[in-house]
């Protein structure tokens, strides 16, 4: 089963700016190895923070843990202000798992090399999905762990610390919590959102703003999703016109076979690199718009619970003021409503913070990425370009 | 065995032809003229200019006792009979028939051979003529409409009567002139290069009127298959001769080919007859002696299960490269929405950007498609159509030979018919009975030198047509191999172009 080496990560460091710079927490995953559907990640921290017992460290962790961890942060009251990184989506080999299927039922169909090419360019799928998934896994730790609130978290330091299983805590968190508030916000969202009365100029545009956006990036995430898949099926199609060009080539004895040579071999090298346009495309630019989809959705998650809170201080407001009319419980009244308030204000206070600094966070991962992308775009054309001169002048020669 | 040669009866053959003349002209004359100046004469020089040789109704190889077995290639009633100048000589030059001819063709050493035929082919290479399929232009309404098309030919050729000559044509008459030359060529063992295909669905659409994207492409690529269809027609030595094609590049009026028709009379005879071949191919069994062709045959089967393969996987890339254009376009215009709603300046600014050269990608990579297309998938698609003429010429000398086999044993029978008469007991008709199978015995010997010369004829023009086809493949390929580099070329230049352009704009986002 694979595992990837250091190597690898340093490739891989895509969509988040450089989180991991504060040295006094600092995680990577370097290690991860795929059993069956489910895959072990092996958290590493170095850290120079005393409240944990060791200054370097290394935990296996699965998925599900991930999973936990972010959910006991959404569910805690205190973090309502700030934006939850959004959890990492679930490793998912289906993909390549149903294309190597059809692969072995089409073996018969072509020819060896065919096929061990074919072979190999699912692997490297397989690989890359592999990759994914632990940089998504890893940014989210490094999300947190850049974080002044957050990483802070107990939770979190339980989740980078403890040497056992935690799918024991992850049951008694789930009975605790029954993943009520989560359910909540699923279900209430939009509405509530665009319903409330909004005092704040800077909450009224960043709504509006948040509203759209999440609309057109999941747009722009399917698109790009189906653009980087029609790129690799002709990166795909170059390996049968190749093998049969080869194949044609081999029986040929006229003069054309060195042109058939060529031609084969010269299918054979843009396929590679045609393959790795598409994976690159895939990475900056289909992985980025995925990754701030999720995001903006966390961000919403914020605007919603300040959202649930002004209307909780309206309605604690209304209930004061029934209160005095009827000169009954006024002091619990002014209580609620004091409590309301300040909770209201705190959340609007950090919230303004956390989606300031999401912007600018935004801002420069998109920046970060299409330049990356374009220079490597830049680079696999020109390397076509000096392939294909390279091929023509031979033939023009021969 | 040197008796003279009586040309076989000339009836029956014209019957079997002739017998849809929807083009209005007198084949009958033409049909006993042909067959009167039977060139069966082993000295081919002094023939006559009239002579109308083997090349437009075959007489030599359409031998009357053999009626049950139609020739499909005389379904095609609209060939014409026309009288063929002596240029053309070669197919009928026999040279010494080999005296005693045994049922199996002798060995030939094929290095020889090939060697001979090159030499032959370099002197057809100052060629000069250049034709174009262009100005596709709808003619008439409703499901009469019709896309008539405009074929200019520039050449410096003395057969043509003008060094620039432009004619309107219609797709039927394109597949009038096919069918012309393959009646006149296929039996001989040419290879005639095949028209382009028909598509009802394609030709629907336009004479429906639609406007749109895909019956613009269909017209571009009949437009793109006719001009080729045309090109590779006169470059061969032979068809370019021929009358059929001069009065297509030249006349301004060409009379209808009607029986281009699927569902004409002769659209079905055609149909028939195709069957009845299917059938005959499956009981022939011949004796192949030749190595030589032995071998040209089974690598034609491979090349042709190949080049199949190959257009196959073609056409699927260019599949998913259009994908991949309107994938882009799509991506552009969300990319674009995504912009608008961007609330960050640069940001903004950048986003727009990567949507506007998206949107330049889209086009690019359709260019490409078409390259794939028009380039490399059309070529595939001409060579599997020629690889399966060239398979049917291998059929037609099977055909051949076995008419010459067929011929043969007939000749067996008679003679041992003869033997038989010599202990009959009816003194009275026996001398009548004896005369009569002389004359049959005289008749068939003829029959079995000519079957036997047509045999080694077909088997020569073969050779020559191979030598010639592998050259135009060679040719062909190579040429295409770089134009279609070039155009990845193209691609990747002008794919470098924009990301540069696009970068500083990523760049400056701050």
């Not at chain 1, 009224?204 to 698109?223: G, H």
């Not at chain 2, 109308?52 to 009357?64: E, M, R």
């Not at chain 2, 060529?185 to 290069?193: R, T, W």
């Amino acid at each position: 089963m694979p595992t990837i080496s250091q190597e690898y990560k340093t490739a891989l460091r895509s969509v988040s700016v450089d989180l991991n710079n504060d040295v006094s927490l600092l995680i990577d995953i370097p290690d991860a190895l795929c059993e069956r559907d489910k895959v072990k990640f092996t958290v590493h921290t170095k850290t120079t923070l005393s409240v944990f017992q060791k200054p370097e460290f290394s935990v296996p962790r699965q998925h599900e843990d991930f999973i936990w961890l972010h959910d006991t942060l959404v569910e805690t009251e205190e973090y309502a202000g700030l934006i939850i990184p959004p959890a990492p989506p679930k490793p998912d080999f289906e993909s390549p798992r149903e294309k190597m299927h059809k692969l072995g039922e089409g073996e018969a169909t072509m020819t060896k090399e065919e096929y061990t090419k074919m072979k190999q360019e699912l692997e490297a799928e397989y690989l890359a999905v592999f990759k994914k998934t632990v940089q998504v896994h890893e940014v989210f730790l490094q999300r947190l762990s850049s974080h002044p609130v957050l990483s802070k978290d107990r939770n979190f330091q339980i989740f980078l610390e403890y040497d056992q299983d935690l799918s024991v805590r992850r049951k008694n968190a789930k009975e605790m919590f029954g993943g009520f508030f989560k359910n909540m916000v699923k279900s209430a969202d939009e509405v509530l959102i665009s319903g409330v009365k909004e005092v704040d100029d800077f909450f009224e545009q960043e709504k509006t703003f948040l509203l759209d956006y999440s609309t057109k990036i999941k747009d722009s995430t399917t698109k790009a999703e189906r653009m980087t898949r029609a790129h690799k099926n002709v990166a795909d199609d170059y390996i049968h016109v190749a093998a049969i060009l080869n194949s044609i080539s081999a029986e040929e004895n006229t003069a054309l076979k060195k042109h058939l040579d060529k031609f084969s071999d010269m299918f054979e090298k843009l396929r590679k690199v045609e393959g790795r346009v598409a994976s690159d495309q895939e990475l900056k630019l289909t992985e980025l718009l995925r990754y701030y989809t999720r995001d903006i959705q966390a961000a919403k998650d914020l605007l919603y619970r300040r959202a649930r809170a002004l209307a909780d201080y309206e309605n604690s407001n209304k209930a004061l003021d029934k209160a005095r009319l009827k000169s009954k419980d006024v002091a619990q009244a002014e209580d609620n409503q004091r409590q309301c308030m300040q909770k209201f204000e705190k959340l609007s206070e950090s919230g303004k913070k956390e989606l300031t600094s999401f912007k600018g966070r935004r801002v420069v991962a998109f920046r970060k990425n299409l330049v990356e992308m374009a220079e490597l775009e830049i680079k696999h054309a020109k390397n076509s370009v000096s392939l294909l001169q390279g091929c023509i002048e031979t033939l023009k020669n021969c | 065995m040197a008796a003279e040669r009586d040309p076989p009866p000339p009836g029956d053959a014209g019957q079997a032809r002739f017998g849809e003349a929807e083009d209005g002209e007198d084949l009958f004359v033409g049909a006993v003229g042909a067959l009167e100046s039977n060139p069966s004469s082993p000295e081919p020089a002094s023939l006559p200019a009239e002579d109308i040789s083997a090349n437009s109704n075959g007489p030599k190889l359409v031998d009357s006792f053999l009626d049950d077995d139609p020739d499909d290639l005389f379904a095609e009633a609209t060939e014409e009979v026309s009288l063929d100048s002596p240029e053309r000589e070669p197919i009928l030059s026999d040279g010494p028939s080999p005296a005693i001819t045994p049922i199996m063709a002798p060995r030939i050493d094929s290095t020889l051979f090939d060697q001979a035929l090159e030499e032959e082919e370099d002197n057809g290479d100052t060629f000069d003529i250049c034709i174009s399929v262009s100005d596709p232009e709808k003619v008439g309404d409703g499901m009469n409409a019709y896309m008539a098309y405009k074929v200019t030919t520039k050449t410096s050729l003395s057969v043509f009567s003008q060094n620039e000559l432009s004619v309107r044509r219609r797709f039927s008459d394109f597949l009038g002139l096919h069918s012309k030359l393959a009646s006149k060529y296929m039996h001989s063992g040419y290879i005639v290069p095949p028209a382009p295909e028909k598509s009802i669905v394609g030709m629907t659409k336009v004479k429906v009127g639609k406007e749109d994207s895909s019956s613009t492409e269909f017209v571009e690529k009949r437009r793109s298959a006719l001009e080729r269809y045309l090109m590779r027609t006169v470059k061969h030595p032979v068809m370019l001769k021929d009358p059929n094609v001069l009065q297509f590049l030249e006349s301004s009026e060409l009379p209808r080919a009607v029986s281009t028709q699927a569902l004409s009379g002769a659209g079905i005879l055609r149909m028939v007859n195709k069957a009845a071949d299917a059938v005959n191919k499956m009981t022939i069994k011949m004796n192949e002696s030749d190595a030589w062709f032995e071998e040209k045959q089974q690598q034609f089967e491979n090349l042709d299960a190949q080049f199949r393969k190959l257009h196959a996987s073609v056409e699927s890339l260019v599949c998913h490269r259009k994908e991949l254009s309107l994938n882009t376009a799509s991506f552009a215009k969300s990319a674009a929405m995504l912009g608008n709603s961007e609330d960050h300046t640069a940001l903004s600014r950048a986003l727009s950007q990567l949507a506007e050269m998206e949107e330049k990608m889209e086009q690019l990579h359709m260019d490409q498609a078409y390259a794939d297309f028009y380039l490399f998938a059309e070529l595939l698609g001409d060579y599997v159509r020629l690889l399966t003429a060239v398979k049917g010429v291998f059929d037609q000398r099977m055909k051949t030979w076995s008419k010459w086999q067929d011929a043969q044993l007939m000749l067996q029978r008679k003679r041992e018919a003869e033997a038989k008469l010599q202990y009959a007991n009816k003194p009275d008709k026996l001398q009548q009975a004896k005369d009569e199978i002389k004359e049959e015995i005289v008749e068939w010997e003829g029959k079995v030198q000519q079957g036997e010369r047509d045999f080694e004829q077909i088997s020569k023009t073969i050779r020559k047509e191979l030598g010639r086809f592998e050259k135009e493949r060679v040719k062909d390929f190579k040429s295409v191999i770089i134009k279609y580099l070039e155009s990845l070329v193209q691609t990747q230049q002008q794919l470098i172009k924009y990301w540069e352009a696009f970068l500083p704009e990523a760049k400056a986002i701050a």
